[in-house]
């Protein structure tokens, strides 16, 4: 009996991680099919999958693997299991949602807003709830980290250079660009820091969780 009241807090935080996932990519599906731009990331990915073929889980999952091998090399950040498993679920849940075909691509401009603005504030709430377990970052936050430690810039300059950098990558190659890149840049932050604190609470309310460890961000 002991072992189970041991366990059960660290399944429930790994089971609010993958579920946060989830949601977190079912609003990026929402956003890549109401066809008004895209994360940087997403551009990204997407670029690559119009350029070499596979799927965009995929290759959000190829681009976690550099990115893990970066951060290690350029600041000996360990990969975790939590990093593992978000680079690797995201992916899967990614292509499911796709494959399923669960989200139709709309025709009306009205439509296409709509579904994106929701697209918008459903990833908030999931970085929100795969946040809260304190599990760790995922891989390109780590990446974002090993710059920040490696270059000694703020992590504000390292995440705007990364992201330009990415997004640059990803229009070359075909990703798509359009002013919902701009809204989900201006939106994504604001939104995240409502969502973020709602669901540590709900974690910490009802299982104590451990502060996480604080890495140099200035």
């Not at 709430?125 to 970052?137: D, E, Q, R, T, W």
């Not at 604190?197 to 974690?203: A, S």
Request: proline fraction near 6%; charge should be positive; hydrophobic fraction near 55%.
């Amino acid at each position: 009996m002991s072992g189970i009241r041991i366990g059960r807090p660290i399944v429930i935080r790994y089971a609010m991680f993958v579920l946060g996932l989830f949601v977190c990519a079912f609003g990026c599906v929402l956003t890549i099919q109401a066809n008004m731009g895209v994360a940087p990331w997403d551009t990204f990915h997407i670029g690559l999958q119009k350029t070499f073929g596979l799927t965009i889980g995929i290759w959000s999952q190829i681009a976690g693997v550099a990115v893990i091998m970066a951060s290690y090399l350029l600041a000996k950040i360990k990969p975790t299991f939590a990093m593992f498993l978000n680079m690797v679920c995201f992916g899967v849940f990614l292509d499911f949602f796709i494959w399923w075909g669960i989200v139709p691509k709309p025709e009306m401009m009205v439509e296409r807003t709509a579904m994106f603005l929701v697209g918008v504030l459903i990833m908030a709430v999931g970085i929100g709830m795969y946040l809260s377990p304190k599990l760790g970052a995922g891989p390109r936050d780590s990446f974002m980290l090993a710059m920040n430690e490696r270059l000694g810039w703020s992590i504000q300059r390292v995440r705007l250079i990364i992201e330009i950098t990415v997004l640059i990558a990803g229009a070359s190659l075909g990703g798509p660009v359009s002013v919902g890149t701009v809204l989900i840049a201006l939106l994504t932050g604001p939104l995240i820091q409502r969502t973020i604190p709602f669901w540590q609470m709900v974690m910490k309310k009802q299982y104590a969780l451990p502060e996480p460890v604080e890495r140099r961000a200035s």
